[in-house]
């Protein structure tokens, strides 16, 4: 990161910013938001879903909570924004961690490390990547881009609710068929 600057954040300015603009309706709406960069600050979310800062784990679920709403994604960046200010952070894979799911009828609706429902479906893709020694590593897509790891126990859960269609084996959900691996590889 060399030729970025570090700078400081002021958490309790960057609370009361948002705070101040959520007023309980939601997510604050980044996607409107386009301060000027900042630069970068010592801010890192590890492959669990582990917030740091300056190499402490941020330990207060509500703050993890309160970042973790005003985290944007931009041309393969992540950044905390507010309305004023818009600083870099370093994320190890995805920035959150889907930790649970449920079946809702015909629905899968998993849940967060930081609390986010999220129904997979058209809008929300689960999509899988193998790494060369042939580990799947699966991911929700949650919003604006930004998406969760499915950890293990969640991931091996889908697997057994999962089904094959038109040659390939997978999940369905909100009406559409979310496709891991071609059915023919599981039968080697």
Same mark, same amino acid.
């Given at each position: 990161?060399?030729?970025? @600057?570090?700078?400081?954040?002021?958490?309790?300015?960057? /609370? /009361?910013? *948002? @705070?101040?603009?959520?007023?309980?309706?939601?997510?604050?709406?980044?996607?409107?938001?386009?301060? %000027?960069?900042?630069?970068?600050?010592?801010? $890192?979310?590890?492959?669990?879903?582990?917030?740091?800062?300056?190499?402490?784990?941020?330990?207060?679920?509500?703050?993890?909570?309160?970042?973790?709403? *005003?985290?944007?994604?931009?041309?393969?960046? !992540?950044?905390?924004?507010?309305?004023?200010?818009?600083?870099?952070?370093?994320?190890?894979?995805? %920035?959150?961690?889907?930790?649970?799911?449920?079946?809702?009828?015909?629905? *899968?609706? !998993?849940?967060?490390?930081?609390?986010?429902?999220?129904?997979?479906? %058209?809008? @929300?893709?689960? =999509?899988?990547? #193998?790494?060369?020694?042939?580990?799947?590593?699966?991911?929700? +897509?949650? =919003?604006?881009?930004?998406?969760?790891?499915?950890? $293990?126990?969640? #991931?091996? $859960?889908?697997?057994?609710?999962?089904? +094959? +269609?038109?040659?390939? !084996?997978? *999940?369905?959900?909100?009406?559409? #068929?979310?496709?891991?691996?071609?059915?023919?590889?599981?039968?080697?």
């Amino acid at each position: 990161m060399s030729g970025q @600057n570090i700078v400081k954040p002021d958490p309790e300015g960057i /609370a /009361a910013s *948002i @705070n101040a603009t959520k007023k309980g309706r939601g997510l604050p709406p980044v996607q409107l938001w386009n301060p %000027p960069f900042c630069g970068d600050i010592d801010m $890192r979310i590890a492959r669990d879903g582990t917030w740091f800062y300056e190499g402490s784990k941020i330990t207060r679920p509500s703050l993890v909570g309160l970042f973790s709403s *005003i985290l944007k994604l931009e041309d393969g960046k !992540f950044f905390l924004v507010t309305p004023v200010e818009k600083v870099g952070i370093t994320v190890d894979d995805a %920035p959150f961690v889907a930790v649970d799911f449920e079946q809702n009828g015909a629905d *899968i609706v !998993f849940e967060t490390q930081v609390g986010d429902s999220v129904t997979v479906g %058209p809008e @929300n893709a689960v =999509r899988i990547e #193998f790494a060369e020694d042939g580990e799947p590593s699966p991911y929700l +897509h949650v =919003r604006a881009g930004l998406e969760a790891l499915i950890d $293990r126990k969640s #991931f091996y $859960r889908l697997v057994e609710v999962g089904a +094959h +269609h038109e040659g390939m !084996f997978g *999940i369905w959900s909100d009406g559409a #068929f979310f496709p891991f691996v071609e059915s023919a590889a599981l039968q080697e």
